[in-house]
């Protein structure tokens, strides 16, 4: 599986961003698909993640700003955030699970500042 990435870039505090992941290859009809961060000299963390049947789950932090999508018939997965905070700068990884294990796209990054 091969995981894309697009919509990084720098936006200021409060402001919106969405990012997209298409995903290519064999993908399976069970799956998850989800985006994590990870700042400097942080651990890589879950921001959210949806599964093929559209259960999401999201950590606390993005709760009520971020969404996550699905679009099962094109492999993609969205990341709409709103409310963006300079605390939300990170680079962020497009993820894909599945029986067979885990995929991770190149990254892309986000910068919210004034």
């Known amino acids: 599986v091969q995981l894309q990435a697009s919509g990084g870039g720098l936006v200021l505090p409060g402001g919106s961003l969405t990012l997209s992941c298409s995903a290519s290859?064999?993908?399976?009809?069970?799956?998850?698909m989800g985006w994590y961060r990870q700042s400097p000299g942080k651990e890589r963390e879950l921001v959210a993640a949806?599964?093929?049947?559209?259960?999401?789950n999201s950590a606390d932090s993005v709760a009520g700003r971020f969404t996550i999508s699905r679009d099962n018939d094109k492999n993609m997965v969205y990341l709409q955030m709103n409310s963006l905070k300079p605390e939300d700068t990170a680079v962020y990884y497009c993820?894909?699970?599945?029986?067979?294990?885990?995929?991770w796209g190149q990254g892309t990054l986000v910068t919210v500042s004034s």
């Open positions: 993820n894909y699970q599945d029986r067979r294990g885990e995929y």
């Open positions: 290859g064999r993908i399976l009809s069970i799956s998850s």
């Open positions: 949806v599964t093929s049947t559209g259960r999401t």
